[in-house]
């Protein structure tokens, strides 16, 4: 468990909702990634991020997924790909990341409370 922290601290991070509208190849990636675009809503907009779940999702499968984001982050640099958000998911027992997201659709863009 990491150390604790306050729930002033845990408002700092601004989870959002949003809904995959493209999914790119990744070749230039280290470990096998997908670039995904990421429609946030009209205040965020549409967003890229690089995502390492190849071993669990096609790219065709993603189109229209929602997913969860931390849209706060600074952008990252990874290889060619300017990263703006980082997409959510947790690791499996063979450490292959499965995507974070809503029981239910909600709006794109809604904030995790």
Do not use: C
């Not at 065709?60 to 984001?69: E, K, N, S």
């Not at 980082?86 to 690791?91: D, H, N, Q, V, W």
Request: glycine share 8%.
């Amino acid at each position: 468990m990491s150390d604790e922290i306050s729930f002033d601290d845990f408002l700092k991070v601004d989870i959002r909702t949003g809904t995959i509208v493209e999914v790119r190849p990744f070749p230039e990636a280290r470990k096998p990634a997908h670039i995904l675009l990421i429609d946030f809503g009209s205040e965020i907009g549409v967003k890229k991020s690089s995502a390492q779940i190849t071993t669990h999702y096609d790219a065709d499968a993603l189109v229209g997924r929602q997913v969860m984001a931390v849209v706060n982050f600074p952008p990252r640099q990874i290889g060619p790909l300017r990263s703006e958000v980082l997409t959510l998911g947790f690791e499996d027992e063979n450490g292959d990341i499965v995507l974070a997201a809503t029981e239910r659709a909600v709006p794109n863009g809604k904030r995790l409370i």
